[in-house]
């Protein structure tokens, strides 16, 4: 089985502070990760995925993820907030499984 | 390139009545997969579906939910007499190769059901 725990439902932060969206992962085979950002009324978009390649991962917007095998992390940052960053964002894991999400993370983006 | 289309966009329905959701995944993808969304939650899996194949419905309600993803046209996920509890945000995703593997999985705009 595959489950993903995100810590902290609601994150603020000032604009031009670090971004950390936390997510933990639990998973019986070698896991696939994914961070998805959500804007209001909309879709999903996906940010970045782990592809077991390299354990920093680069996405789009600025962000990036790094996989610790030790920690069972996947945590999602951003060296400096902007405005347009406030969304929701889900962490989610698939390997024997179709995408299992977490409960997603609200980022407010405060001037 | 158009993207994942879902309609409608929004839909309301009476108590008792069917809610019928269209989605149409990318052009080259035959992997489609629903997902319901409920207020302060996360996107629980429903269904994942091939070319006129259920693959894996692990997560469809036993009773009054189905799904289809027939050889010609869009995948419907239709919803019988439904209730107040059925009103939610539904998203179909669609990817190029199956669930299970490292692929990347495209999410269309979603349908907002509201059951009233």
């Known amino acids: 089985a595959q489950s993903v725990t995100q810590l902290g439902s609601h994150v603020s932060v000032s604009e031009g502070a670090l971004v950390l969206l936390r997510c933990n992962y639990s998973s019986s085979v070698p896991p696939y990760l994914f961070w998805y950002v959500q804007y209001p009324n909309q879709g999903l978009q996906l940010l970045l995925k782990y592809t077991s390649a390299a354990t920093l991962v680069k996405g789009i917007n600025g962000f990036e993820a790094e996989f610790k095998k030790s920690e069972t992390s996947f945590h999602l940052t951003k060296p400096s907030a902007h405005m347009s960053d406030a969304a929701e964002y889900f962490c989610?894991?698939?390997?024997?499984?179709?995408?299992?999400f977490g409960k997603g993370t609200r980022l407010s983006v405060i001037a | 390139n158009a993207g994942v289309m879902q309609n409608p966009r929004h839909l309301v329905r009476r108590r008792g009545q069917e809610a019928r959701l269209r989605c149409s995944p990318m052009?080259?993808?035959?992997?489609v997969y629903w997902y319901r969304q409920l207020p302060e939650e996360g996107l629980k899996f429903m269904v994942y579906l091939q070319k006129e194949n259920i693959i894996d419905e692990s997560g469809m309600p036993k009773e009054r939910f189905s799904a289809e993803f027939p050889k010609e046209g869009p995948s419907i996920l239709r919803i019988q007499q439904v209730v107040r509890g059925d009103s939610a945000a539904y998203f179909c995703?669609?990817?190029?190769?199956?669930?299970?593997?490292?692929?990347?999985?495209?999410f269309g705009q979603g349908t907002r059901l509201t059951v009233v």
């Open positions: 052009k080259g993808h035959s992997h």
């Open positions: 995703a669609s990817s190029r190769q199956g669930a299970y593997m490292n692929t990347e999985a495209f």
């Open positions: 989610a894991v698939s390997g024997n499984t179709p995408l299992v």
